[in-house]
Structures are given as C-alpha cells and as structure tokens.
C-alpha cells in the first residue's frame, strides 16, 4: 500500500504503523521504519499470545520528506508486512 503524508513546518505529524499477528505465540517480530531507504528507527515485539496486536510510531518533521516504509519482519529479516508512503 502506498499513501501519502503532508508534512507542516510548524509541527510534526503522528504516524502510526498497526499489525495484528496471528498463531506466532513465542516469537520475536520487529516493527521497522525506514526514511529512504535508510533504517530509522527499530522496535522489538515480543509476541506473548496466539492472538497479539503491537503498535509503534514516529513523529515525522518537516525536514524529514522523502519515500517512508514500514515493515515487520522477522528474526531473520523475512519481510510479513509493510506499507509505503510518502511524506511531502
């Protein structure tokens, strides 16, 4: 999925990556944020149920446009979800 984000000089914007994650009680998964290309910000998501939901976010400047992806991965960087966007 690709979107878009309006970035404002006078503020940052709240960007929220949400994943449900099904039948993978036990294991580590990560949330990571990627500003073109270039890794950002990581999240460690320790999966304590079969059913778990894990949320992170980012505080996006003005200065910060460009191509943005968001993925979670797996421990050995197997790719289960992601969503692009861009911030102009």
Do not use: C, P
């Not at 939901?53 to 505080?59: F, I, N, V």
């Amino acid at each position: 999925m690709t979107g878009w984000v309006k970035a404002d000089k006078a503020k940052a914007v709240g960007v929220y990556f949400f994943t449900e994650i099904n039948q993978m009680k036990g294991k580590v998964l990560f949330h990571k944020w990627y500003l073109n290309n270039k890794i950002v910000f990581s999240r460690r998501l320790n999966i304590l149920g079969n059913h778990w939901r894990a949320s992170t976010s980012k505080l996006i400047t003005y200065s910060q446009k460009g191509e943005w992806r968001v993925t979670l991965v797996n421990r050995n960087q197997q790719v289960l979800a992601e969503i692009r966007f861009y911030v102009i």
